[in-house]
């Protein structure tokens, strides 16, 4: 059974940093892209950002060059640091494994999620 488990959020303040991570057990990640989603109440699940198995990343407009996304493929686990956090960060975040080595997008592009770990921005 594949479990991936997040860790590492919490509350911080403007401007502060948190790094997320997540562990997967249960399969390989070989071959597979993996990403981080949010989700804020009312909203849909959004993505943040993805890295493939070869390491290429990509991120939504938001975060770029204040979040970075990177995994260890030896250790299964899967990061999200996030630098110069806003407000509009606050989410519950999740990690996914995907259906394909390429990063897609949509949440249909992945097949394993994570509970999800919140993160709150205060000032």
Do not use: H
């Not at 997320?20 to 109440?41: D, E, I, K, V, Y």
């Amino acid at each position: 059974q594949v479990q991936l488990v997040e860790s590492g959020g919490g509350l911080v303040q403007v401007g502060g940093s948190l790094r997320l991570s997540c562990a997967a057990s249960g399969r390989t990640l070989s071959g597979s892209a993996m990403a981080w989603f949010r989700q804020t109440p009312g909203k849909e699940r959004e993505f943040v950002a993805g890295i493939s198995w070869t390491y290429t990343t990509d991120y939504t407009d938001s975060v770029k060059g204040r979040f970075t996304i990177s995994r260890d493929n030896a250790k299964n686990t899967l990061y999200l640091q996030m630098n110069s956090l806003k407000f509009e960060d606050t989410a519950v975040y999740y990690c996914a494994i995907g259906r394909s080595p390429i990063p897609g997008m949509r949440n249909e592009d992945y097949g394993y999620w994570g509970q999800g770990t919140q993160v709150t921005i205060s000032s």
